[in-house]
């Protein structure tokens, strides 16, 4: 199956040896080639001398999941060769540096071996651009075996080394070097090689956690605090990155204002000040910092406080795998805190919908009063990914929620026909009325607190009244459930028995297994879930379909769980689909998950 | 039920400030503290000092931890803001609200248990980013609401009512804050009014973070004969006669005449002065290592040294720091928020 514009690059470098810069070079001039990449990187915990991987899927399909099956491995990295070696497919290619030769114990394969190490001494004098060089160097060689457009590299070198005009020239240098020995010694270009393309036309090449950062500035976000913590780190300083461009005023000052805090606890409880004070706030963390987060949560929660929290998910629990991803905070997230509590969480599918469920998260916030937590994890948050524009509506009027202003104080009875109380239900969507500090000299003031508190915030010990404003409080659940993001429903086969609901990072191997199953005849409707609360969509296609595959990236299935709960879907008709071990998910195993089920014959036959 | 409100009816005659307000219009709801607290005696010196400020109580934010001293809030300022958070996270949640609204009074209530201990961090890092408030500490070095344990602020020397012998040494919040960079450190005694009031009208009126440690005696846990934040204690062990205070407000002539070389005149931001009056030995509240000589050297004695302790008039605070724009966030359109779809066009072409 693979080709041309169809096959899986894997590069096995050295963590910290100057690989990122050139394999990120190496996706993007693909992409700007017009086809679809999906590059993965797969990194330790670690700044120099770990191994570390990088995977390029080619898909002129536009199949951008992970893909087991490695056809081309850039072998560069001594301490990996084995491994390395042992993932190449039959008939594959592997790549190293021949300085130093080596025999590798396999037939089926095509070893291409370039002294990569001897050409570089031969050429530079200076020991650092001798190792930084050498990835120039395979990059070079790469574009003469895969039959790359030199020009379009040439940009992408232009762009990564922006302002540093003399390293591009050397850099090509190195290009030329390695694609001149390729062109020598190796029957160029191979089978599997990469021709002008469409299907990336008009997409853009970002990271979540960018586009996310970049959301919170349209968004009107003022406020963020964070701590770093791996993979959410970005997201914060895409943030600042976009902020600081676009929103510094001619006179060098900022419209907004970043808190490096010195823990989670403190992130939380600086966004959750500038919320209570009506600024659009946020922060952005991982699984060990939502552990953190939760008390604060809790009292965001019942005090009824907006703030938006990103969740870059990692692979859990306890420091877990902090470079590997997961889908499983999905419980942790949805109850966070002691007593009862129950957050809205979204969940984007890729780039573009961190960008745009960015607003959205803050309109829900602040209409709803109360933290939104955006699911994302590190696939989406670190990886490049060839997605849709982003786009904004200037029609779009940013929903400010229920605050009133000091007119509206005044007039408050004779609008509403009742006097104002912080926590008066008054319109029956069970979202009272706030007011901001400093607003009136006279009204409107009231005392904030996690205590109990009654419909005028006033403090309480009366089991009634507690009982009542927690009521109210779940009560305003759903209305969140007609505010949220409806999901996205693919009817493959009309009246059909089999359906499938996924979320988040899982769409690209979803939707390529379902295009896989309907070639081998087996028609399989699918539900993406954009939220949570459930919405009644949600309710009626697990209604319609005799069994609902249920897939996710996490060992207890934490969205069924979820489902049977929050949602009353019987247990026997949702069928786990589960995968946990920190890489992306890939279609051969939704298609696996599938099959087994549906035809467990031809599952064992394959 | 411990919420208790306070009749609105009160004399005709009451003084009134240039705001047109009463004390009265300063109070809170009625304490559910013990009678004879001392954060009750902090609660009526905040009254009077935002009462004879004439601040717009609606101007002020008030904000708390949990404990004792965290519950005080209500008890002032009815007509602010506030908010009781969570135990030892007041300091992050003013900063939050601080960057929001620049323009707002913050006036963070905590105790010793909330700051010197779980709180710990959070003040520290309060103090680091230069956060434009005041940071009172009502502290009794114990811990009132969960019944009597000895907090971190406890001295040594100084056991429990029941007579068990307190095994680890004080944090003096004092001197951290003054290692820590605070511009505004001062030391003062919930029963010493005279010397309180001026305090919390200067640390109110400094631009960047104000300290203010206020020692104050819990009457039914550490008010015994043996304790070292007692009554008659700090009564008797106190040395706010190094410097007296007088806070002189904005509009203000400074009609007293001060003999050279026993007072000094320090100028705020807002154009308000503090007259410091040199009694006995001097100390010069510019220099941070005599502050905390004079802290330790008076402690060594077994004496708790009160008054303006350490100022630096010069200091940056938050907004300064991170250049935020003269407006208030919260206030700002989001037509100056929101780049819009043009701009998006070039973000989404760089990317291309």
């Not at chain 1, 001398?49 to 560069?76: F, K, Q």
């Not at chain 1, 020598?184 to 586009?211: M, Q, S, W, Y």
């Not at chain 2, 510019?286 to 008076?298: E, F, Q, T």
Request: aromatic share 8%.
């Amino acid at each position: 199956m693979s080709g041309i514009n169809d096959f899986v690059a894997k590069f096995a470098t050295v963590n910290g040896s100057g690989s990122a810069s050139a394999n990120t070079i190496f996706a993007k001039t693909l992409f700007r080639m017009g086809i679809p990449v999906s590059p993965k990187n797969i990194f330790p915990s670690n700044i120099q001398g770990l191994p570390t991987w990088y995977e390029v899927r080619v898909s002129e399909a536009g199949y951008l999941a992970r893909r087991d099956g490695i056809d081309l491995m850039v072998a560069m990295n001594p301490q990996t060769f084995k491994e390395d070696l042992a993932e190449v497919v039959p008939g594959g290619w592997l790549f190293y540096d021949s300085t130093m030769p080596r025999i590798w114990p396999r037939d089926d394969i095509t070893v291409l071996g370039v002294p990569i190490a001897e050409m570089c001494a031969a050429k530079w004098s200076d020991t650092r651009q001798r190792q930084l060089f050498k990835n120039m160097v395979y990059v070079g060689a790469l574009t003469a075996l895969l039959d790359i457009d030199l020009e379009v590299l040439k940009g992408a070198v232009g762009d990564q080394l922006k302002g540093k005009e003399k390293l591009v020239a050397a850099n090509m240098e190195a290009v030329a070097l390695g694609r001149e020995y390729a062109l020598k010694h190796f029957d160029c270009p191979l089978p599997i090689k990469v021709r002008h393309a469409e299907g990336a036309k008009g997409k853009i090449l970002v990271t979540g956690n960018e586009a996310a950062g970049l959301g919170a500035v349209y968004a009107g976000a003022t406020v963020c605090a964070w701590y770093p913590i791996t993979p959410s780190t970005s997201l914060a300083e895409g943030f600042e990155k976009h902020a600081r461009r676009l929103r510094t005023t001619k006179e060098g000052r900022k419209l907004y204002g970043i808190v490096q805090a010195e823990d989670e606890l403190a992130a939380i409880g600086v966004a959750i000040g500038g919320g209570w004070n009506g600024a659009r706030s946020f922060t952005a963390t991982s699984g060990p910092g939502i552990s953190l987060m939760s008390e604060f949560l809790g009292l965001a929660y019942f005090a009824e406080v907006p703030v938006v929290l990103y969740n870059i998910q990692r692979g859990g629990p306890s420091t877990g795998m902090p470079t590997r991803t997961q889908q499983s905070d999905i419980i942790s997230c949805a109850y966070a805190s002691h007593g009862d509590t129950k957050h809205v969480l979204l969940f984007p599918k890729d780039p573009t919908e961190c960008f745009s469920m960015g607003a959205q998260a803050f309109d829900l916030a602040e209409r709803l009063q109360t933290p939104i937590i955006v699911m994302s994890d590190l696939d989406i948050g670190m990886n490049d990914w060839v997605t849709d524009a982003f786009t904004w509506d200037d029609k779009h009027v940013h929903d400010r929620g229920k605050v009133l202003t000091a007119e509206e104080l005044d007039k408050f009875k004779e609008l509403k026909g009742k006097d104002w109380g912080r926590y008066q239900d008054i319109d029956g969507d069970a979202v009272p009325y706030r007011t901001l500090p400093g607003t009136h000299p006279t009204k409107g003031a009231f005392f904030t607190r996690g205590t109990s508190h009654d419909e005028n915030a006033r403090y309480t010990e009366d089991g009634r009244i507690h009982a009542r404003v927690l009521d109210r409080i779940r009560r305003k659940f759903d209305t969140a459930a007609t505010l949220v993001p409806k999901p996205e429903i693919t009817i493959r086969d009309k009246g059909g028995k089999t359906g499938l609901i996924y979320f988040g990072a899982n769409t690209p191997a979803v939707h390529e297994a379902l295009d896989a199953l309907e070639r081998d005849g087996i028609k399989v409707n699918a539900l993406r879930i954009k939220a949570f609360p459930f919405t009644r969509e949600i309710v009626s296609f697990c209604a319609m379909h005799e069994r609902v595959f249920v897939v996710e990236q996490n060992r207890d299935a934490q969205m069924r769980s979820l489902l049977m709960t929050e949602a009353n879907i019987p247990g026997e008709k949702l069928i786990p689909a589960l995968s946990y071990d920190g890489t992306p998910m890939t279609a051969a195993f939704v298609r696996g998950a599938v099959t087994r089920e549906v035809r467990p014959a031809q599952a064992a036959a394959e | 039920m411990s919420y208790i409100a306070k009749p609105s009816a009160h004399h005709p005659a009451l003084p009134k400030n240039s705001l047109g307000l009463t004390r009265r219009d300063y109070e809170g709801t009625m304490s559910t503290l013990c009678a004879g607290c001392g954060h009750d005696s902090i609660t009526a010196a905040l009254i009077e000092a935002c009462f004879e400020m004439d601040l717009p109580a609606h101007r002020i934010a008030k904000v708390s931890g949990i404990g004792c001293s965290s519950k005080a809030p209500t008890y002032f300022l009815s007509r602010s803001h506030g908010f009781n958070s969570v135990h030892g996270r007041m300091p992050s949640v003013t900063t939050g609200a601080a960057i929001a609204n620049r323009d707002l009074v913050y006036i963070g209530v905590s105790g010793d248990g909330d700051t010197a201990s779980i709180g710990l961090g959070q003040f520290c890092h309060a103090v680091r980013r230069r956060v434009n408030m005041t940071y009172i500490v009502m502290n009794n070095g114990c811990y009132g609401l969960t019944k009597g344990q000895f907090s971190a602020t406890n001295d040594k020397t100084s056991p429990s009512k029941k007579g068990e012998a307190n095994p680890f040494d004080a944090i003096d919040l004092a001197q951290m804050a003054i290692q820590l960079g605070a511009g505004f450190v001062a030391r003062s005694f919930s029963g010493d009014k005279t010397q309180l009031i001026p305090l919390i009208k200067a640390a109110i009126s400094y631009n960047g973070f104000a300290f203010l440690d206020v020692v104050s005696p819990c009457v039914t846990f550490n008010n015994h004969p043996t304790s070292t934040k007692s009554y008659d204690y700090v009564r008797a062990h106190n040395m706010a006669s190094e410097n007296k205070l007088d806070y002189v407000e904005p509009k203000e002539e400074i009609t007293v005449d001060y003999a050279e070389g026993t007072s000094a005149a320090i100028a705020m931001h807002d154009g308000s002065r503090l007259i410091l009056h040199k009694l006995g030995q001097q100390h010069d509240p510019r220099d941070p290592d005599a502050a905390i000589v004079a802290i330790r050297s008076n402690a060594a004695k077994g004496a708790v040294a009160t008054g303006l302790l350490y100022i630096n008039e010069q200091q940056q605070d938050m907004h300064d720091i991170l250049a935020t724009d003269a407006r208030p966030l919260n206030a700002l359109p989001m037509s100056e928020l929101c780049p819009g779809s043009k701009a998006l066009q070039g973000i989404n072409a760089r990317l291309s």
